[in-house]
């Protein structure tokens, strides 16, 4: 069973950092695409960012509003996926997903974590 | 990037009803079109692929079509459970998705 769990989430004041992070199991990690979604409370969703699976040679891309202030990786040896957060904006508030591609690049969500709240706030 | 459009935005219906949802994108994706459903306070769920692929598991009153920039669901017979916000996505370039559609009890 394919299982996603976020963590890191929490309040932190504007121009404040923090780390995403999220626990994969039940797949083989290194051979998919991960992503990064969010929610805004009571918004839609908003793609962030997504790092290829080892087909992929591991590419990274980003949403245009995140300006290089984010950057994702991925640790195969402990399939874990990160979001390191820099320069939080309170519009930065949201649910952050994980959501796994159903192959090493297709922007195809078919697995999600629960999400975890970043709230920029002072 | 390319935008996405749904509409409605909301509708109300009964169960057993037949619902239809609209998504429009800003220019053509070819079939990278993707539908999820999200139940309040739950992540969204990947219902329908390349505009017409049901997921494994997801119910056959559940239903998409379309190519290029218009696409469609249909939920050929509402049942409570399909009460959800409806999201439309598409990946032919930069992940975006459409603003979503609300599905509400009349």
């Known amino acids: 069973e394919v299982q996603l769990l976020e963590s890191g989430g929490g309040l932190v004041q504007p121009g404040g950092s923090l780390r995403l992070s999220c626990v994969a199991s039940g797949f083989t990690f290194s051979n998919y695409v991960l992503n990064w979604v969010r929610q805004a409370p009571g918004k839609g969703l908003e793609w962030v960012s997504g790092?290829?699976?080892?087909?992929?040679?591991?590419?990274?891309e980003y949403a245009d509003f995140v300006e290089g202030r984010f950057t994702i990786s991925r640790d195969n040896s402990k399939n874990t996926l990160y979001l390191q957060m820099n320069s939080l904006r309170a519009e930065d508030t949201a649910v952050f997903y994980c959501?796994?591609?159903?192959?090493?690049?297709?922007?195809?969500?078919?697995?999600w974590g629960q999400g975890t709240l970043v709230t920029v706030s002072s | 990037d390319i935008q996405m459009t749904q509409s409605p935005s909301s509708l109300s219906a009964s169960v057993g009803d037949r619902v239809t949802i609209t998504c429009r994108a800003s220019q053509t994706i070819s079939i990278y079109l993707h539908w999820y459903q999200q139940r309040p306070g739950k992540a969204p769920n990947l219902l329908i692929s390349?505009?017409?692929n049901l997921q494994s598991g997801v119910p056959s009153r559940f239903s998409g079509s379309g190519s290029g920039t218009d696409f469609t669901l249909t939920i050929s017979s509402l049942q409570p459970e399909d009460f959800a916000t409806y999201y439309c996505?598409?990946?032919?370039?930069?992940?975006?998705f459409g603003g979503g559609t609300k599905v509400e009890i009349k």
């Open positions: 996505q598409q990946s032919y370039s930069t992940p975006t």
């Open positions: 790092i290829k699976g080892s087909g992929g040679g591991g590419r990274t």
């Open positions: 959501a796994k591609g159903v192959d090493y690049g297709s922007s195809i969500f078919d697995y």
């Open positions: 390349t505009a017409s």
